[in-house]
């Protein structure tokens, strides 16, 4: 039997996390490459999960397609850029408290776009297509028409894109660009996840019902928004609106990749046969799970 094929589209850095005094672990981690590593850690068999990026020759960029092998994460379509290596990033703690330094400005991700026959020959291998508005941040502005315009070929030839807006205002030169990039990544897309606080932030959205209809004018078929600790507001286009309420976890240790792991658990049950309701509830138990502990990537339990 043919697999089908998940592939995410953005980039992985290098993570440094403190674990003692002037002592810092190596892992890999970044929002798509979050939810690729969770949809691979819970999609059947029938599924296999890839990830599409930009990376080096060195030992950094080596050592991280040999860390997304070990997770059953496919990465041979990643384009190669010489002379250039992965970003990276740094956790800071104080008094419990994170925040980050990023080295990124020119990683080879930056450049993943930068060939479209790769890109065309790269989605032509998928089924489903993830990417965020951090891809999009990271991608060279330059790059950006030409990836937005073979994902538009790769939906129109059948795939299913999927977006997170995942909007990240201090990566762009400011909030108009953001926004503009935004609404082109949604007309490409079948389906957006995207948050509510940042919807209302950056876009003036009053409620969740609000976001829902600024996306489907777009040409979104269906918008999941997701609103922290209150419900999962989520329609289809022509049908019955979605209350879901969340899980209450009263243990939250770290919400980082929160978003990441619902994207992951939504995708690997709706792709595999799920309602909308129980994609919804796939995604808050997986980011349920998540939550209870330190990390990005965190061990699942059964």
């Known amino acids: ?4 094929n998940f592939m995410a589209i953005g980039e992985a850095m290098i993570e440094l996390a403190v674990v003692g005094p002037d002592t810092y672990r190596r892992g890999f981690a970044g929002d798509t490459f979050n939810t690729a590593w969770y949809l691979a850690k819970t999609v059947p ?10 990376v080096g020759s ?45 080295w990124r400005s020119d990683s080879a991700a930056r450049q993943m776009a930068g060939d479209q026959n790769t890109l ?6 998928a089924d489903v297509l993830f990417f965020s508005g951090i891809t999009m ?16 070929y790769a939906r129109k030839a059948g795939k299913t894109i999927v977006y997170d807006p995942n909007q990240r205002l201090r990566l762009w030169t400011d909030q108009a660009e953001m926004v503009a990039v935004n609404t082109k990544a949604a007309q490409v897309s079948d389906i957006v996840l995207p ?14 019902e609000a976001t829902i209809a600024r996306y489907q004018s777009l040409g979104v078929k269906t918008v999941v928004v997701k609103n922290g600790a209150a419900s999962v507001i989520a329609q289809t286009l022509g049908g019955t609106p979605l209350t879901i309420a969340p ?41 349920g799970q ?13």
């Open 45 to 54: 068999e029938a599924w296999k999960t890839s990830y599409f990026t930009g």
């Open 195 to 208: 948050s509510f606080d940042e919807e209302q932030l950056f876009n003036g959205d009053e409620t969740p």
């Open 137 to 152: 941040a990271v991608i060279l502005p330059e790059h950006r028409d030409t990836f937005l315009s073979e994902l538009a």
């Open 120 to 125: 065309r020959t790269a989605f032509a291998s």
């Open 1 to 4: 039997m043919t697999q089908k």
């Open 58 to 102: 060195d030992s950094a960029s080596q050592e991280m397609r040999a860390f997304g092998a070990a997770a059953n994460i496919d990465m041979s379509f990643a384009r190669d850029v010489a002379g250039k290596t992965v970003g990276l990033y740094m956790i800071h703690l104080d008094n419990g408290e994170r925040s980050f330094s990023y």
């Open 247 to 287: 899980n209450i976890i009263d243990n939250v240790v770290d919400s980082t990749a929160a978003g990441d792991s619902f994207n992951a658990g939504f995708c690997a049950s709706y792709f595999t046969g799920g309602t909308l309701s129980d994609a919804i509830k796939a995604g808050a138990s997986l980011a």
């Open 290 to 302: 998540v939550v209870q502990a330190h990390g990005a990537l965190v061990a699942l339990t059964e």
